[in-house]
C-alpha cells in the first residue's frame, strides 16, 4: 500500500470517528435534555397526580372510618339502651314477683289464722259437753250464792241428803238427761250440723224448758 491509500485509510478512520462521536454527543444531548425537560416535567405531572390521588385516597378514608365509627358508636347506644331497658324490665319482674310472694304469704298467714279460730271454735262433742257442764255448774253455784244455800235447796225440793249438799249436782244431772232425750230428735229435725252447733241448740232450748232445775225454782217462787 502506498502512501496515498494509507493516508486516505486514516481520514476515513479519524472521519468515522468524529461522525461517532458526533453521534454520541448528539445523544448525550438529548437525553441531557429529556432527562432536564421532557422527563422530569411528566415525572412532576406524575407526582402531582399521584399526591392528588393519594389526598383523595386519605379523605376517604377518612370518611369511611368516620362513617365506621359513628355506626360504632351507634351500635353500642343501641346495646346500651337495649340493656337498660331488659334491666328495667328484669327489675319490675322482680317487684312484682315479691309483690306476688308477699301477698301469698299474707293469705297463707291468714288461712292458717282462720284455721285456727275454727279449730278453736269448732269443740269437740266431749269438750263442749264439759264446758256446758261447767257452765251450768257455775250458774247453778252462781244462784246458790245469791239466794243462799237454804232458799236453793228448797226451791230445788231437795229431799236426799247428799243432793242438798250438792246442789249442783243436781243441775248437772238434769242436763244430761235432758241433753240425751233431746238430741236424737233434734239431729232427726235438723241432720247435718256439726254438734256444737246441736249443743247450742239444746243449751238455748234448756234455759226453758221445764227439766231446768232453775225453771222449776221460779214456778215454785212465782206468787200465788
Known amino acids: 500500500m502506498g502512501k496515498l491509500e494509507r493516508k486516505e485509510a486514516k481520514l476515513e478512520r479519524e472521519a468515522t470517528s468524529k461522525e461517532a462521536a458526533k453521534q454520541k454527543a448528539q445523544k448525550d444531548a438529548e437525553d441531557s435534555y429529556w ?6 416535567d411528566k ?8 399526591e392528588e390521588d393519594r389526598k383523595r385516597a386519605e379523605t376517604a378514608a377518612k370518611k369511611a372510618e368516620a362513617k365506621r365509627l359513628a355506626d360504632l358508636e351507634l351500635e353500642e347506644l343501641g346495646k346500651a339502651k337495649a340493656k337498660a331497658e331488659k334491666a328495667g324490665m328484669q327489675k319490675v319482674t322482680h317487684y312484682q314477683l315479691q309483690q306476688q310472694r308477699e301477698f301469698e304469704d299474707r293469705v297463707r298467714a291468714d288461712e292458717q289464722a282462720e284455721r285456727e279460730m275454727a279449730s278453736r271454735r269448732e269443740l269437740s262433742a266431749e ?3 264439759r264446758q256446758v257442764e261447767t257452765e251450768n255448774i257455775n250458774r247453778a253455784v252462781e244462784a246458790v250464792d ?5 232458799a236453793a235447796l228448797k226451791v230445788l225440793s231437795v229431799k236426799e241428803e247428799d243432793s242438798d249438799k250438792h246442789p249442783e249436782k243436781r243441775m248437772k244431772a238434769a242436763w244430761k238427761a235432758y241433753e240425751e232425750r233431746m238430741l236424737p230428735d233434734l239431729k232427726q229435725d235438723k241432720p ?5 252447733q246441736y249443743k247450742e241448740m239444746l243449751w238455748k232450748s234448756w234455759q226453758k224448758a221445764p227439766d231446768n232445775p232453775l225453771n222449776q225454782q221460779q214456778v215454785v217462787t212465782s206468787p200465788k
Do not use: C, F, I, W
Open 35 to 40: 432527562q432536564s425537560h421532557g422527563e422530569n
Open 146 to 150: 245469791a239466794r243462799g244455800v237454804d
Open 127 to 129: 269438750q263442749y259437753a
Open 192 to 196: 247435718g250440723l256439726k254438734m256444737s
Open 43 to 50: 415525572s412532576k405531572a406524575a407526582k402531582k397526580r399521584e
